[in-house]
């Protein structure tokens, strides 16, 4: 095979930074593309609240001091993003793979309850650092099978995995509230819940702050994650498994082989970061307890280009408008999940601005 017909080459060269000019462009266009559907987006909403009698510069008013200015508010924010990362890097390991993880509340909630089931076990036996280290070891191992089946249907039957990871993720909310209510169930509490990590014995706070050291732990996962996609050979293969699979068996990479691990390493992350919320934030799992954050990471994601240090930044902008959001609705009477219809209207409007400039694109090229 020539070097110009190498894909591996070819992809290599594809990263290869352009020149000066072709980078401002196109920071420029990613930026037109990201701004202003955020921008669109607000009005909307803003819109929404005109038409059912809310002041929307008051609703953003409380979101912005309460998830940003207020010190209080601010460290919830920071803490609040610590689960988010490890959902957002396994996201970008699927997504710039060419595969669609959907699974991620299934995986994220069964991860939290091995987490929550083992943590208040094992603190009476091992050191509290040892403990923590088996939770995380735990909740990325169950993630990551049950992220088996809809892995081995995509690599060796061809199954969609759209349809496969969103059925998973179903079943897995439901057996790990089956989970909580029957097998690992607190005797001695009124509520379903699992027993309780004290919070002297879960991950420590940065400083003299409420921030959780799992936000240092997000932090590195998704830069790690970032550069592996980007800079490696591994990751290089893990691209080319979606991208361009007719070269990937061209160059004689084992395709059923890389897609599982595609699968296992994104819905590892993910469980990381449902124990990262248990023994850093939590304390426990409840019952019928599902924050949703699988879904409502991936258009940050998206926004980010599936830059990993992009989308530490919408992580960080969806943390605030959460705990700005649930301020706001208190104060003001807004309903609690009125932040998820701005994140969606922020999502179509992203996918219109895909779509214009698609077609822009094309028309420049007739």
């Known amino acids: 095979m020539s070097a110009g017909t190498d894909p591996v080459t070819d992809d290599l060269a594809a990263d290869a930074p352009a ?24 009005v909307v909403t803003g819109l929404i609240l005109l038409a059912v009698g809310v002041d929307p510069i008051r609703y953003y ?62 603190i009476t036996m091992l050191p509290g650092w040892l403990t923590l280290i ?4 735990a909740a990325t191992l169950v993630a990551m099978v049950w992220s088996l089946l809809p892995a081995l249907l995509r ?58 050291s799992g936000l240092l732990f997000g932090l590195a996962a998704i830069i790690l994650v970032h550069l592996m996609m980007t800079r490696t050979g591994f990751g290089l293969k893990l691209r080319m498994v979606g991208a361009n699979p007719r070269a990937a068996i061209h160059a004689g990479l084992d395709m059923p082989l890389l897609t599982v691990a595609v699968f296992a390493l994104s819905a590892g992350l993910i469980g990381m970061g449902g124990a990262v919320d248990i023994v850093g934030i939590q304390g426990n799992v409840r019952a019928d307890w599902n924050p949703a954050y699988g879904l409502a990471v991936i258009p940050m994601v998206f926004l980010a280009r599936m830059n990993g240090f992009a989308a530490i930044g919408f ?45 822009f694109r094309q028309r420049r090229k007739v």
């Open 61 to 122: 008013g409380f979101v912005v001091e309460r998830g940003l200015l207020s010190p209080s508010g601010r460290q919830q924010t920071l803490t609040r993003m610590a689960p988010l990362l490890f959902i957002a890097a396994g996201l970008i390991v699927a997504f710039r793979s060419g595969l669609w993880n959907l699974g991620g509340d299934g995986q994220f909630l069964l991860g939290a309850v091995a987490a929550a089931a083992l943590a208040p076990l094992l």
């Open 155 to 212: 690599a060796y039957q061809g199954v969609n995995e759209i349809i496969t990871t969103l059925m998973m993720s179903f079943l897995g909310v439901s057996l790990a509230n089956v989970l909580v209510k029957l097998v690992f169930l607190d005797p001695g509490t009124t509520v379903p819940q699992t027993r309780t990590l004290a919070v002297a014995e879960r991950l420590p706070r940065l400083w003299d702050t409420t921030v959780t």
């Open 315 to 359: 992580v960080f902008l969806l943390s605030m408008l959460w705990i700005g959001g649930e301020s706001a609705a208190r104060r003001i009477g807004v309903p609690h999940h009125f932040t998820m219809v701005l994140v969606a209207v922020v999502l179509i409007m992203l996918a219109l601005a895909e779509w214009l400039d698609h077609r």
């Open 134 to 137: 088996a939770c995380f070891a």
């Open 19 to 42: 020149a000066s000019g072709g980078f401002l462009g196109e920071a420029l266009h990613i930026a037109f593309l990201t701004v202003v559907p955020i921008l669109a987006a607000l």
